[in-house]
């Protein structure tokens, strides 16, 4: 009854994963609400816009967002005509820069490869009737905690100062616990990336950075790490209001990996190594990397700064510079730590940070022609998007971390208690909101029952509410659009079959909790075990044997990472070989070190990130060749 | 003599230099006693030797004089911090945390430690404090950085087998350095040996034991654990020895002398066959082409030859200048060896301090002496230099023969030999003309002769149209009687390395 309005009422089951281009954004929405009546808006706007004056209105300003944000929440299904279910005509509408042959093509692999005509109409409050609500879930309807935290930072970083956008736009950046507005932020598009990479081009071609010594930009990336560390609690606090993961995580795990990532690559940065190489006779010829100019670097929401670190760390220790595009769900952090390396002693120009959406500013840097390398991590289909984007401008290299949908293992030799938590948090981590999510879990046929029911009880037990809370292990999903999307997966796995034992249904009424959902009984070809949900959903597979949990665990376009659970060292060397993906982890999951090489066979994506194999992507190979005269030897 | 120096137009101003234009700074010596186990403690003996100021051949301090007795109860505090301590189980980036810590540290210091390498050593003030202290904290950083990128290999085996190695710290390890960089050397050895997770055991040169100790300090205040550095000062033939013979002792890494070498590698092979490497000495050539910038060769060749005062194992001693530019070349190399300040070392106009001490001042004098004997053409220098302290003047001889005394040995003071070459065979044979392989340098604008000859010469570094271009990524060591093994860079790290291979057959797999 209550959910008669809920926004996933009369949606087609569309998108199976986050795009970062593709969302649908919310300033889309807020423009072509027709609906909503004027005034409101008028009344809305007015209020933010005192707000905006006066720093201390915050009292006007939570007004403002509770308007907005009863807006957005209790918005109908968008019609075709304002956003397209999969959004993908957002970025061809917008950027016009895919020619319609192309266009149809991308449309086609869409609905063919990925969305095999699957059309499912929910109806409004079908959902509760699955509801396991565990005891945990009631804590959401709290008054949110308000974070130790201020948000500075809302311009776009260009060449050193804060600016505002071209257009003067700007977009409003949510809340996941409430969806309101916690700040607005201004929107960059296509002009404001060009200025973004003129700044970077001269910063690369004619400014200090790429010249100075590798020891020199190894000391401001290792006074960087210095700051983050001063900086922990309000960058974690930051990171956890826009993000909605939780502040133990945010402070305990993704700041201190943001300043060991970039210690890492500080400490590569003076031992970049090219080779010198045998000839067959009568040549001196030696390799030298150099930097590979201006890096345009995209990143999802999911890990707003340990993707920050990820991408600039190497691409900065190598002597680039960057147009840095973060999210729109999630630019806050980014502004945040990117000033701090400024403070650091980073050269103005070498870091450009442009906020904005995917259509628009992703898509210009994408196809910029002063960009000279681009790194993406997202959704499989950005990442077509992406490399299109790149072939058709200047064939600058692409690396891509994109989706999955990860095996995780567990063989009859297994102590189940131990696989029934490992399982857990693989699947259940950030939300469920993992590119390497083990969100097929695999269990052997002689131990699957007492798996089931085990995971039931843990998911069940799994703390949701306000992620600023203590013990709390879930927070809400970022937004609007991905808490629909996981609904109607959830929904879909109903439909298809499979066993709900857990979960299933929101969590409150405001914000975007989900409780964690498990469901058991589910076939490979069902949709829960076939498409990335990016959420808290585990779909449990039974298997009898170890070729045939290969043959399945490989049974799909992804291949980003897998998990095995075994005491046998036979079975641990026979899958961690026979399994088609970029990371295997061995009785353990989501092991993150800076020195790991991380990324994807098959779709999941192109190249790898962290570790040794990171500088790769930011590096040029010259190779230097000059005639010996009478030399000793050779 | 000091008259004499003035009208050489050099400022010999010997220990009487001081509180002339410039401040000689209060020394204040805190560390004196041996580091062992987190601890400073007095010889077992009870015994102490004195420490020198090379300006004036005055007694600094009496440092306790550590024997085997003391090498047995660092080696011991050693073997305990690696089979049972922390420091080789926590991850390479902790312990890089803390080599980081110490580099700061290092930085905080800068002043206080130059001035020890100044009254210990005789080492320009200025000198330390811009470069050799500031650069242990760079090398310091570098291993910190390197310490977790520490990379074993998986390996393709010719069998269904699954194969990696494994590199694993060595252990303990014995280090002895040299007293011609105290500071430069003890980091040469230390940070590879730290970032890798091995414990050491250091033997400062007993000339200058006084930043070593320091270091210590400054080490375990930046979180280094008890018993992983411990320092042992006192006698080669004593403590030294006891090092390079210990049968706890998994790797012994030496600086210094060739004669010395030769017998760490006969301990090592006496006792538990530890492995050794050797960084020895040299008597490095400098070929200058005739197509040279000749006031640039000139700069170069001097600051070659006389830079910390001679005593420096790579140290561009024996001078090949291609007969086209012979001549002006020496006229030139003379009149810049006689503007050379010779005083002290505190002073910042001097450009060279004091010889460490009696026993290498009259070892240079005594070569001096033979190269007139032997025929050689004293251009310039020759004597020493103020009335007390072990000061020398800049010296240059010309007509040397290959196979004479001063073009063969080390002298390791300021003493350049200049010879004469026609063509680039020639040039390279007589650079070859040696048992030494330390490094070399080549000064010439022409590319075809600059890569024919850095092929050519048998030597651990070549320095085309620059010299003593040592940086942390760049490793150095010797060929031939100069040594083996390398210091600096990821092979210095290398060194203090295990290999592991492991094993294990594969069933099943659908590759290989």
Known sequence: GKELSNPFASQVVTEPKAPIFLKISVSLHLSSRSHHRPEENQIAENLLEISQQHPAGMAARRAASSILSRRLLTRPSPSPASASPAGKSDLLGAGEVLPSKLRGNTEQNYTTSRLPNLQVVLVAGALLRFSTAPAAAAAPTEEPIQPAVEVKHTQLLINGNFVDAASGKTFPTLDPRTGEVIARVAEGDSEDIDRAVAAARRAFDEGPWPRMTAYERCRVLLRFADLVEEHAEEIAALETWDNGKTLAQSAGAEVPMVARCMRYYAGWADKIHGLVVPTDGGHHAQVLHEPVGVAGQIIPWNFPLLMFAWKVGPALACGNTVVLKTAEQTPLSALYVARLLHEAGLPDGVLNVVSGFGPTAGAALCSHMGVDKLAFTGSTGTGQIVLELAARSNLKPVTLELGGKSPFIVMDDADVDQAVDLAHHAVFFNQGQCCCAGSRTFVHERVYDEFVEKSRARAVKRVVGDPFRNGVEQGPQIDGDQFDKILRYVRSGVDSGATLVAGGDRVGNRGFYIQPTVFADAKDDMKIAKDEIFGPVQTILKFSGVEEVVRRANATHYGLAAGVFTRSLDAANTLSRALRAGTVWVNCYDVFDATIPFGGYKMSGVGREKGIYALRNYLQTKAVVTPLKNPAWL | ?512
């Open chain 2, 1 to 512: 003599m000091a008259a004499a120096a003035a009208a050489n137009g050099m400022s010999c101003g010997g220990g009487g230099g001081g509180g002339k234009g410039f401040e000689v700074p209060k020394v204040v010596v805190r560390f004196t006693k041996l580091f062992i186990n987190g601890q400073f403690v007095d010889a077992v003996s009870g015994k102490t030797f004195e420490t020198r100021d090379p300006r004036t051949g005055e007694v600094i301090a009496d440092i306790a004089e550590g024997d085997k007795a003391d090498v047995d109860l660092a080696v011991k505090a050693a073997r305990e911090a690696f089979d049972n301590g922390p420091w080789p189980r926590m991850s390479g980036y902790e312990r890089g945390r803390i080599l980081s810590k110490f580099a700061d540290l290092i930085e905080a210091h800068v002043e206080e430690v130059a001035m020890l390498d100044t009254v210990d050593a005789g080492k320009l003030f200025l000198v330390g404090k811009a470069r050799d202290i500031p650069g242990a904290a760079h090398l310091l950083r570098y291993y910190a950085g390197a310490a977790d990128k520490v990379h074993g290999e998986t390996l393709k085996m010719a069998q269904r087998m699954h194969g990696y190695t494994l590199k694993e710290p060595v252990g303990v390890v014995g280090h002895i350095v040299p007293w011609n960089y105290p500071t430069t050397m003890f980091f040469f050895k230390v940070s590879p040996a730290l970032a890798a997770g091995c414990t050491v055991v250091v033997k400062p040169a007993e000339q200058t034991p006084l930043s070593a100790l320091f270091y210590a300090h400054l080490a375990k205040e930046a979180g280094v654990p008890d018993g992983v550095l411990n320092v042992v000062t006192g006698f080669g033939p004593t403590a030294g020895a006891a090092v390079a013979s210990h049968m706890d002792i998994d790797k012994v890494s030496f600086t210094g002398s060739t004669e010395v070498g030769r017998l760490v590698m006969k301990a090592a092979a006496e006792s538990n066959l530890k492995p050794v490497s050797l960084e020895l000495g040299g008597k490095s050539p400098i070929v200058v082409f005739d197509d040279a910038d000749l006031d640039m060769a000139v700069n170069l060749v001097n600051f070659a030859t006389y830079t910390n005062k001679g005593e420096i194992c790579v140290a561009g001693t024996r001078i090949y200048v291609q007969e086209g530019i012979y001549d002006a070349f020496v006229k030139k190399a003379a009149e810049l060896a006689k503007k050379s300040v010779v005083g002290d070392p505190f002073n910042p106009r001097v450009n060279q301090g004091p010889q460490v001490d009696k026993d290498q001042y009259e070892k240079v004098l005594k070569y001096i002496d033979i190269g007139k004997r032997e025929g050689a053409t004293l251009v310039t220098g020759g004597k020493p230099c103020g009335d007390k302290g072990y000061y020398i003047e800049p010296t240059i001889f010309t007509d040397v023969k290959d196979d004479m005394a001063i073009a063969q040995d080390e002298i390791f003071g300021p003493v350049m030999a200049l010879m004469k070459f026609k063509t680039v065979e020639e040039a390279i044979q007589k650079a070859n003309n040696t048992r030494y392989g330390l490094a070399a340098g080549i000064v010439t604008k022409n590319i075809d002769i600059a890569n024919t000859v850095s092929r050519s010469i048998r030597a651990g570094a070549i320095w085309i149209n620059c010299y003593f271009a040592f940086d942390p990524d760049a490793p150095f060591g010797g060929y031939k009687m100069s040594g083996f093994g390398k210091d600096m860079g990821m092979d210095a790290l290398e060194k203090y390395m295990q290999t592991k291979t492991v094993v294990t057959p594969l069933y099943n797999t659908p590759w290989l």
